[in-house]
């Protein structure tokens, strides 16, 4: 079985003008179905795009725009310190939201790949990410990275099930 190429990708610091293409993105209700399920507002991603470029300043890595080969932005990636008081406390985050129009092309795999890699370069030792267990397109992914679960958390917003990925790096 030979594997399809994964498409090319380029990571960029989310500018503010991101703050309201994320928001147009992501303002899907299937895209944000195992986050919430609801759109979120755009003061979120405003205060979202400016709190990522402070962890690129401060850490050499965040949740980076997600460009397409042709330069369009189609979703995120990256890492971020997890911000949450319960789950992996004190761990780094890594993640991957894409707009519906990008689903299916390999372009999870491609931006997580590149955002290990940048996170690795900038000294991180372990990732983790937190996928809602009825999330198997998102548990692929990790699988692909080669993160392996390790626990299971029940959130105490949400009550549902999220599983925690590892990958030492």
Request: some cysteine; hydrophobic content about 45%.
């Amino acid at each position: 079985m030979t594997t399809k190429p994964l498409p090319a990708v380029q990571l960029r610091v989310p500018t503010h003008e991101d703050a309201f293409v994320w928001h147009r993105l992501f303002d899907d209700p299937d895209v944000m179905k195992f986050l919430g399920g609801s759109p979120a507002e755009l003061s979120v991603y405003v205060e979202l795009t400016a709190r990522q470029r402070r962890h690129d300043a401060e850490l050499g890595f965040c949740l980076w725009t997600l460009l397409d080969a042709d330069g369009e932005p189609i979703g995120f990636t990256g890492a971020q310190p997890w911000p949450r008081d319960w789950g992996p406390t004190g761990e780094i985050e890594i993640g991957w939201r894409l707009g519906r129009a990008a689903w299916g092309k390999g372009y999870a795999t491609a931006a997580a790949q590149a955002a290990v890699e940048q996170v690795r370069a900038a000294g991180a030792q372990n990732v983790v990410a937190v996928i809602d267990a009825h999330n198997e397109r998102s548990a692929a992914v990790a699988r692909r990275l080669g993160m392996e679960q390790a626990e299971t958390f029940t959130s105490p917003v949400s009550k549902r099930e999220a599983h925690n990925f590892r990958l030492t790096l």
